[in-house]
């Protein structure tokens, strides 16, 4: 696991999630159809099965919860948890607009202090959510200490920027003409291979640790100039509109070359992990 926390403290890297996090909680886009497959095989992973319990940590607006709701049925149950009240409040209203009533949202504040009853959950989850935390060990540990004994875990993560060229291509050249690059990833934590997950899950004391990295096929835009527009579009403000040109013109190339046959279709490398608590 690469861990940079930056001058501060893990209070300081949530309160800056929460802010951040709290800006996209009504557009997120947890329902999009590309993300459908991760929540598909990381519930599958999980094994999730009609009647079971189920924790589902840094839950955003519901995904993977919603589905594992449909799944556990009306002897299940379902809890989701985030960081961000916005996240908390989107996803209760999409409960509440499937009818589902086995499933319940709540804020944390502190993913290393998650307060569950202990030995509880027969399955838990964690989607796309622990790059984002400053202590991912400590969230494992909790969801470990929660799960009865045989109890399923199954976690997720973008695979690192350099696995999706067109993504970091545009911010090598905001590098190269700008001096430096505007859209600063802002995750402390970054999982470079399936491995890094792995150990995650067999440091927290999980066995049956295995894991996986999964491809999705995402069409980015229609074209290449659609896409710089709308990537650089609030970068080049600052900027002369003759270097924004410069910038738009190269970048367009690039985005053309990068699959070879100009297509614009990005396959998302996807890191999972999954375990089973041996109580
Ligand atoms: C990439 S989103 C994933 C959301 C959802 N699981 C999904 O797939 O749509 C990351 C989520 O992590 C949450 N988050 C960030 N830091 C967190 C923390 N320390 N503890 C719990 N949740 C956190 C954010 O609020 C956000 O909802």
Same mark, same amino acid.
């Given at each position: 696991v690469n861990q940079t926390l930056p001058d501060g403290s893990a209070?300081? &890297?949530r309160a800056q999630q929460l802010e951040e996090w709290a800006e996209v909680a009504r557009s997120?886009?947890?329902?999009? /159809?590309?993300?459908? /497959?991760? *929540?598909?095989r990381l519930v599958q992973r999980a094994d999730i099965r009609p009647g079971d319990t189920v924790v589902d940590l840094a839950c955003g607006t519901g995904m993977p919860a919603l589905i594992e709701a449909e799944m556990v049925g009306p002897t299940g149950h379902v809890l989701g948890l985030d960081l961000v009240p916005g996240m908390v409040e989107e996803a209760r209203r999409q409960a509440a607009s499937r009818s589902l009533s086995n499933v319940e949202f709540r804020v944390i504040s502190d993913e290393g202090r =998650?307060? #569950?009853?202990?030995?509880?959950? $027969?399955?838990? *989850?964690c989607k796309h959510g622990l790059m984002w935390m400053p202590n991912p060990p400590g969230a494992m540990a909790e969801l470990c200490k929660a799960l009865r004994p045989g109890g399923r875990v199954a976690v997720s993560s973008w695979a690192p920027p350099e696995r999706h060229p067109l993504?970091?291509?545009?911010? @090598? #050249?905001? #590098? %190269? #003409? =700008?001096?430096? %690059?505007p859209m600063q990833p802002s995750t402390p934590v970054t999982f470079d291979s399936e491995g890094s997950l792995r150990s995650l899950l067999l440091e927290a004391g999980y066995l049956n640790v295995d894991s996986e990295t999964m491809t999705i096929p995402v069409t980015l835009a229609a074209s290449a100039?659609?896409?710089v527009e709308a990537e650089l +579009? @609030? $970068?080049t403000r600052a900027i002369s509109a003759e270097t924004?040109?410069? =910038? !738009? %013109?190269? +970048?367009?190339?690039? &985005? !053309?070359? &990068?699959?070879?046959d100009g297509s614009l279709v990005l396959d998302l490398a996807v890191l999972l992990s999954w375990g089973v608590n041996p109580g």
């Open positions: 209070e300081a &890297v997120w886009c947890g329902f999009d /159809p590309e993300n459908r /497959p991760i *929540t598909d =998650l307060d #569950l009853s202990e030995a509880f959950y $027969d399955a838990a *989850t993504m970091s291509i545009v911010s @090598e #050249l905001q #590098l %190269r #003409l =700008l001096g430096y %690059r100039e659609e896409f +579009a @609030e $970068d924004a040109e410069q =910038l !738009r %013109r190269e +970048a367009i190339e690039h &985005v !053309r070359a &990068v699959n070879g």
